[in-house]
């Protein structure tokens, strides 16, 4: 079995390293859709908040506030209008914290299980949850019930939304596509394209579709409709030789449409689905990458550095589980689409 990195460099990429970072690893990453404020949950039980300054080529971070949830913390997002994030986990409850008035978190939504994932819909103005205990619910946060309970098939293990579109994966390697403006009855029912454990969700930015990635090292490309099938596709990644690493997270870029994979062989790579191409990889860290996100307009990257548990206890050695957050200031030419080499312009 290959260890992590000869020399276990934690920072091959010559990221910028986030101040005081959490005491356990990182279980999600949120930045503010209005401005540089980072959120990390952690396993340590705590929500933790950074503002983020660039200066030129140099990225400072500072820490702003921390809440503490009663268990490790899964998922977390931010209101559209940046004042207040959401937290959930295994405590089976989400706080809403109003982080920029200084406010106290409140809780606002209850499972019977760890709560997965958790989105704010804007066009809503509700929370969606959704928990290892095999249900999706929407919430007004002004309600102490929630306002709809969707049964998923299994447990969450990964949601991503992008209205009207939301994809929920489940145990089972079940993909439920939900149409937003009809959230009662399910639009789809798909099978994942990948014959493994699915690990994350990204929705197309147009909505005609959805990323998925398993533990098997692999992603699938897919389209929603039917007359569109023929453009699915998977790749492999996060691969060493014989070494398989699970796909972690998947986000797209909010301006240029491409995306980033990151996977616990502790590389993230860029890519681009229309040319079918990867557009920069980046060097391996000496530990998994379990989250990643990039802020509001695509200038900034942050990434996780920390054991994910993929290989066991037997793999976790406290003396060098140290945590890290990154942050990466993309090249245009690492996240910005260019067609194949040798094709023309029309696709």
């Known amino acids: 079995m290959t260890t992590f990195g000869a020399a276990a460099n934690t920072n091959p990429n010559k990221s910028f390293e986030v101040s005081q970072p959490p005491g356990d690893s990182v279980s999600s990453l949120c930045f503010s859709p209005k401005a540089n404020f980072l959120v990390a949950t952690s396993w340590d039980n705590q929500v933790r908040c950074w503002e983020i300054v660039r200066n030129g080529t140099v990225v400072n971070s500072t820490p702003k506030a921390s809440i503490a949830h009663d268990q490790p913390v899964l998922c977390s997002t931010w209101k559209d209008d940046g ?27 209850m ?45 969450c293990y990964a949601m991503t939304v992008k209205y009207p579109l939301m994809v929920v994966g489940t145990a089972d390697r079940n993909l439920v596509v939900f149409n937003l403006q009809n959230p009662q009855t399910e639009y789809k029912r798909i099978v994942s394209p990948l014959k ?39 790749f492999k990644c996060h691969r060493e030789n014989n070494e398989i690493y699970s796909v972690n997270s998947l986000n797209f870029h909010p301006v240029h449409h491409t995306f980033a994979t990151a996977g616990s062989d502790g590389a993230f790579n860029f890519w681009d689905k229309d040319s079918k191409q990867r557009l920069k990889a980046m060097q391996r860290c000496s530990q998994p990458i379990p989250c990643s996100t990039f802020n509001n307009d695509g200038s900034i990257f942050a990434y996780a550095v920390c054991y994910d548990w993929s290989k066991g206890a037997e793999n976790h050695n406290p003396a060098t589980a140290k945590t890290n957050i990154f942050l990466h200031l993309p090249q245009e030419s690492e996240v910005k689409g260019k067609p194949r080499a040798g094709t023309t312009g029309r696709k």
């Open 83 to 109: 004042t207040t994030v959401f937290s959930g986990g295994c405590d089976k409850q989400v706080k809403m914290w109003p982080l920029l008035s200084g406010g106290q978190p409140v809780t606002v939504a």
């Open 196 to 234: 493994y454990q699915t690990r994350c969700v990204a929705a197309f930015p147009d909505q005609q579709g959805f990323l998925v990635g398993s533990i098997e090292g692999r992603v699938g490309v897919h389209h929603l409709d039917d007359a569109q099938q023929s453009k699915n596709f998977t």
């Open 111 to 155: 499972h019977e299980g760890p709560i997965k994932e958790i989105a704010w819909i804007a066009e809503m103005n509700l929370l969606a949850t959704a928990s290892w205990d095999k249900t999706l619910k929407y919430w007004d946060t002004r309600q102490s019930n929630p306002v709809h309970t969707q049964q998923l098939p299994e447990r």
